[in-house]
């Protein structure tokens, strides 16, 4: 299991990383998000929306309130220029972490 | 039997009594358990066990809350900020117009003039930098006792520096009184941008320092 700490540090650049393919709202976030992952990241469901509503308020996403195929309404997000600025940032950041520790595996086995 | 409307008509009171109370999150919460439920159902649960399931993923209220008044401190925060801002700005333009306009009523060189001039630039650059520049190479400080020394110091340094030009600088110079004005008006750019400099750090810090939801 993932620590907590881990996936709340997570979550504000998955949910860049996936807005950054488009708009998307709350459910089918939480629903790719553990697709991709194998259901190893399984985020309590509601706690998503106050890192949204968080996020909108820094000026990182933007909201519109729409409607699905079967009519119901639903709240969709998208990503806005600071957005994008934030998950480039955060891409680098968690590269770096990346190879430092893909580093020091690999020296390891030598 | 059960009742699902009913159900969830007591699930979003419950998130009401907890203090969930603007209607934005509730109901966007309220839309993500409905198709939670939907395809609980879908998978072949009963409607009981669907929103039972559906209730325990959403999460425990008490945390939703906690979460949600989190954003709340922040954006009043941010509401505070830019009333500081703007007020700021007009003091500082009032400055400008209040001094520049002293200079051009005193009796002075046009040396001691650009000067005096030079002084009022100085002081609008000075905050400036403290404003967009300074905080960048600060880093984010979340000790709150840092904090504190941090806006101490800035405040104090900028008074002790008065002090010591008024007591210690000025009885020492044989100024003219147009030399006097010039001088006292660079003197006054560590008082103002000290504190202001110390407070704009403190103040990225608490703007950075947004913490991270309780997956």
Not at chain 1, 32 to 46: C, I
Not at chain 2, 34 to 50: D, H, L, P, T
Request: aromatic content about 10%; hydrophobic content about 45%; glycine content about 6%.
């Amino acid at each position: 299991m993932i620590r907590k700490e881990l996936v709340a540090a997570s979550a504000e650049p998955l949910v860049l990383s996936l807005l950054a393919k488009g708009e998307s709202y709350g459910y089918a976030i939480i629903q790719e998000v553990k697709a991709r992952s194998d259901g190893k990241l399984n985020w309590t469901d509601g706690m998503l929306y106050p890192v949204l509503h968080r996020m909108e308020h820094r000026g990182l996403i933007k909201s519109r309130w729409g409607e699905s195929e079967t009519g119901r309404k639903r709240k969709y997000y998208s990503l806005k220029k600071d957005g994008k600025a934030a998950m480039d940032k955060h891409h680098e950041h968690w590269m770096l972490i990346h190879g430092v520790l893909s580093g020091l595996k690999k020296e390891q086995y030598v | 039997m059960f009742d699902l409307e009913q159900a969830i008509a007591d699930w979003r009171q419950q998130m009401l009594a907890a203090g969930i109370k603007s209607p934005a999150p509730l109901e966007e919460l309220e839309i993500h358990l409905r198709e939670e439920i939907e395809q609980q159902m879908f998978s072949g649960a009963n409607k009981q066990g669907a929103f039972e399931n559906a209730v325990a993923r959403i999460g425990r209220t008490n945390s939703l809350q906690q979460e949600f008044q989190k954003i709340n401190n922040f954006s009043k925060a941010e509401k505070q900020r830019r009333a500081a801002a703007i007020i700021s700005t007009l003091i500082l333009g009032c400055y400008a117009v209040f001094f520049s306009g002293l200079l051009l009523k005193f009796d002075l060189t046009i040396n001691e003039r650009l000067l005096g001039f030079a002084a009022v630039a100085a002081m609008l650059l000075s905050v400036f930098i403290a404003w967009r520049i300074l905080p960048r190479f600060f880093p984010v400080i979340t000790n709150k006792t840092v904090q504190s020394a941090i806006g101490l110091i800035g405040g104090i340094s900028g008074m002790v520096w008065f002090f010591v030009f008024v007591y210690l600088v000025l009885p020492r110079c044989n100024f003219t009184p147009g030399q006097l004005v010039v001088a006292l008006f660079w003197a006054l750019i560590p008082v103002i941008t000290l504190p202001t400099a110390s407070f704009l750090v403190i103040d990225k810090s608490e703007r950075q320092h947004i913490t991270s939801a309780n997956f």
